[in-house]
């Protein structure tokens, strides 16, 4: 009678214990010696964290540069997903190289540089363009092959040269050390790799068992099942790559890949699956690397969808295996070359197809932009900064063979233009139908709509109460390069998910009982409080400039879940942030950091007293802040950082500090 209910418990027993998994933990607070279970006990390397898993386990790591290369063999299992996870997205960066020494010029040569360093040097990067110096056998090379390198092993000098013969003072320049791929996974099952970022690794000689010969930032070989998400890649031989020659099934989605190229084959790139067999590349970016995003090989199904590629040797591709025959291209753009040997689809190619230009008739339903000659401008919401949604003008409209829009962006009513010449009895859904105030275009926006002003000086005060939790937020943008400023008052109030972007700001900009507010390449510069911001949560401001201010750039009274990155206080006469008590500095800030301040002595300002920079590091912030004071220029009324050297790196993820703006070149 009692046996069944002790066997059935038994084996209860047994399934939690191997259901059971752990959740470790990395800071850079921590030791290897510890236990890893929690945040107070974590462990100090991602490589101790790495080995530590079993399938099912998650590893969690705090923000922070880890200067270390990771590998492992065989995590995971088919039964059970294992994860391995920023515990902030973006802000975990896993680095191969140091920032370089200071250069000085060879006496007797007009562009060689030369500095002290010892260490293994793999290679040079100009970081600021996003270039790698070519290596040279002897130092007499470098003064004939701008943007070139040699390193003098014997003597620890390393000699280069820079891209555009300007003096290397003029830019910044990074040495990958690590001689080794940035997190290396070999044969993972159900591994997910989610908001983690690499810089920095790549190896001098060339690597063979992978496509291009490189070195990756990040590199799952043999992988089965295994996703990587949220993760970025720069300034690597290779970018992200997943290779597969039994398995398959990966999935990489929302990664970002820039300035991964290497001398040993351009098939290094950004974001690529080799060996494909039902693996799919989902909404990725890669610029400025060899290859964009791409499938490689393999003879299964791939799919590259919702993806953007610009500024690489080849943008997006599908080649080689059987699989080339039956993979597809889907809603994407490629400002360049996009080869592929079926049909693209709904999607936008700058260049053209180079495996298929003969399109059968009839069933087209992308945008050419060469060979159609398109005005860009004309056609699109903002095509310099990469937004390919459609004007109610364009005649991309019902061009498609089956009457329906050509290109991944179908046509909404949702994206508005303002411009000085405008007209606010027009409808504002193309520029030449814009608005004309900035009332009108604050009037009536919807979740998931998009204002974009034309250069020019926008007067009036406006108040914003709109938006919708957990909808898609509102955006008020400058439009490719426009100086927009706006004199007047603004202020937030009642409102979710409000974007502002690339505007300029001469009074004081209040956000009062708000929910996911951001500010990203604005300009503020009023003379009391440059923002204000009370009882709000989820406030984000980065790549930012605060100026003239005398109170403080930013207040914050009762706010929760703030982050602020890569912004320029010039706190020269008032503090950076304030705080109405010492309390709500750690209530208020989830993350502050990678920013630049003036005077490091009165960063914050917390009950009334100053908190240096030293101290306010003390809680877990602006740990990687810098001390800059800017040189400012007035420019039509708005005030500019002059040195725009001083902030070309500095910002998270490789970034410029303040405004930075990644543009279009195809």
């Known amino acids: 009678m009692n046996s069944f209910p002790l066997t059935l418990t038994a084996v209860l027993l047994l399934l939690s214990s191997s259901l059971h998994a752990t959740e470790f933990f990395v800071g850079k607070h921590g030791f290897d010696a510890n236990a890893g279970t929690s945040r107070e006990a974590a462990f100090l390397t991602i490589q101790k964290g790495v080995d530590t898993l079993q399938p099912g386990d998650t590893l969690t790591i705090g923000r922070g540069e880890y200067a270390e290369a990771v590998a492992r063999k065989g995590l995971g299992s088919a039964e059970r997903v294992t994860v391995i996870r920023a515990e902030m997205r973006g802000t975990v960066l896993l680095r191969g190289d140091v920032d370089a020494p200071v250069f000085k010029p060879v006496p007797g040569t007009r562009q060689t540089f030369v500095a002290d360093f010892k260490g293994d040097v793999q290679a040079v990067y100009e970081v600021d363009t996003l270039k790698r110096l070519g290596a040279q056998a002897t130092r007499a090379e470098v003064e004939f092959q701008p943007g070139s390198s040699f390193y003098d092993a014997a003597a620890t000098k390393l000699y280069v040269s820079s891209t555009d013969l300007r003096p290397v003072d003029q830019h910044r320049y990074s040495i990958p050390v690590a001689g080794a791929h940035g997190l290396m996974l070999e044969q993972p099952k159900r591994v997910v790799l989610d908001g983690i970022a690499a810089r920095g690794f790549e190896k001098a000689v060339m690597q063979t068992w992978h496509t291009g010969s490189g070195t990756w930032g990040i590199v799952l070989k043999e992988a089965k099942d295994c996703v990587v998400r949220h993760c970025t890649a720069f300034l690597n031989g290779g970018g992200i790559l997943t290779r597969s020659e039994k398995e398959g099934g990966n999935l990489i989605e929302d990664c970002v890949a820039y300035g991964n190229i290497s001398p040993h084959g351009f098939e290094c790139g950004g974001v690529v699956a080799v060996g494909v067999r039902n693996d799919t590349l989902r909404r990725c970016v890669a610029y400025k690397c060899g290859v964009g995003v791409r499938l490689y090989g393999g003879e299964g199904y791939g799919l590259i969808e919702k993806s953007l590629g610009w500024g690489n040797v080849l943008d997006l591709g599908i080649k080689g295996g059987t699989m080339k025959d039956i993979s597809d291209v889907r809603d994407c753009v490629a400002l360049s070359y996009l080869p592929s040997h079926r049909e693209v689809v709904r999607s936008i190619i700058g260049f053209k197809n180079s495996n298929l230009d003969n399109v059968k008739a009839g069933t087209d339903t992308s945008i050419r932009l060469n060979f159609e000659r398109v005005n860009r401008d004309k056609e699109f919401a903002d095509p310099l900064n990469f937004d390919f949604r459609l004007q109610s003008t364009s005649t991309m409209r019902g061009s498609a063979p089956d009457k329906s829009d050509r290109g991944p962006f179908p046509y909404q009513a949702n994206v508005y233009f303002v411009k000085p010449d405008g007209d ?52 008020l943008r400058a439009r490719g390069t426009a100086r927009v400023l706006i004199p007047g008052s603004i202020k937030v109030e009642g409102s979710h998910g409000i974007e502002f972007e690339r505007l300029n700001f001469a009074r004081s900009v209040s956000v009062n009982a708000s929910e996911g507010v951001r500010f990203n390449n604005c300009r503020f510069f009023a003379k009391d409080k440059a923002l204000h911001a009370s ?15 005398s109170h403080a750039a930013v207040q914050l009274d009762g706010c929760t879940g703030v982050e602020l990155t890569s912004n320029v206080y010039d706190n020269r006469q008032g503090p950076a942030v304030a705080f109405r008590s010492a309390a709500e500095v750690t209530s208020a800030l989830r993350y ?65 500090l303040g405004i930075h703006q990644d543009l279009m070149s195809n």
């Not at 001390?627 to 500095?650: S, T």
Request: glycine share 12%; aromatic share 8%.
């Open 424 to 475: 606010d009895a027009a409808d504002g859904l193309s520029v030449k139908a814009a608005w004309k105030t900035l009332a009108r275009a604050a009037k009536g926006l919807r979740p998931g709509d998009t204002v974009y002003f034309e250069q020019g000086v926008y007067e009036g005060d406006v108040t914003v109460k709109r938006g919708k939790a957990g909808a898609e937020p509102i955006s």
């Open 535 to 549: 009882q709000c949560a989820g406030l984000t401001i980065t790549h930012s400039e605060f100026t003239h201010f």
């Open 592 to 656: 502050s950091d990678y920013n630049s301040y003036a005077d490091p002595g009165t960063a914050w300002m917390a009950g009334g007293k100053a908190v240096s920079l030293t101290d306010a590091r003390k809680t877990s912030h602006d740990i990687y802040a810098r001390e800059l004071q800017p040189v400012l220029a007035m420019r039509a009324g708005i005030p500019e950082v002059a040195d725009r050297i001083a902030l070309a790196v500095g910002g998270a993820l490789g970034k410029s």
